[in-house]
């Protein structure tokens, strides 16, 4: 069974710093994309960032390219989303999600791509 479980999310003050985790099991990262959403209140979920650790494609949204970085260690099935220089406007709920995607396909930041979603974590920044 495919289950994705993020952590690390919390309050901190603007200019600082948090690093997500998600955690995969029952498959392994070589095979998937890991993509990183969220979704703030009364907006659309957006594509944050998003890896394939196998063919090495990583890919940012133009909001967070230079604060957030995407990286993974295979070893323990896990992807991390390291957030610099958090602004207000980055509160939302933060989700991972997975799709199998052969290596050369690259990542996508659409969320229909997806099809398995951990269950969220919040992160606030305050100002």
């Known amino acids: 069974e495919v289950q994705l479980v993020e952590s690390g999310g919390g309050l901190v003050q603007t200019g600082g710093s948090l690093r997500l985790s998600c955690a995969a099991s029952g498959f392994t990262l070589d095979y998937y994309a890991i993509g990183w959403f969220r979704q703030a209140p009364g907006k659309e979920r957006e594509g944050v960032s998003c890896?394939?650790?196998?063919?090495?494609?990583?890919v940012h949204t133009d909001s967070v390219r230079g604060r957030f970085t995407i990286s993974s260690d295979n070893a323990r099935n896990t992807v991390y989303l390291q957030m610099n220089s958090l602004k207000p406007e980055d509160t939302a709920v933060y989700y991972c999600?997975?799709?199998?995607?052969?290596?050369?396909?690259?990542?996508?930041?659409?969320?229909?791509?997806?099809?398995?979603w951990g269950q969220g974590t919040q992160v606030t920044v305050s100002s």
């Open positions: 890896l394939h650790s196998r063919d090495g494609s990583i």
């Open positions: 999600a997975a799709a199998r995607r052969a290596s050369g396909h690259g990542c996508s930041r659409l969320a229909h791509e997806y099809g398995y």
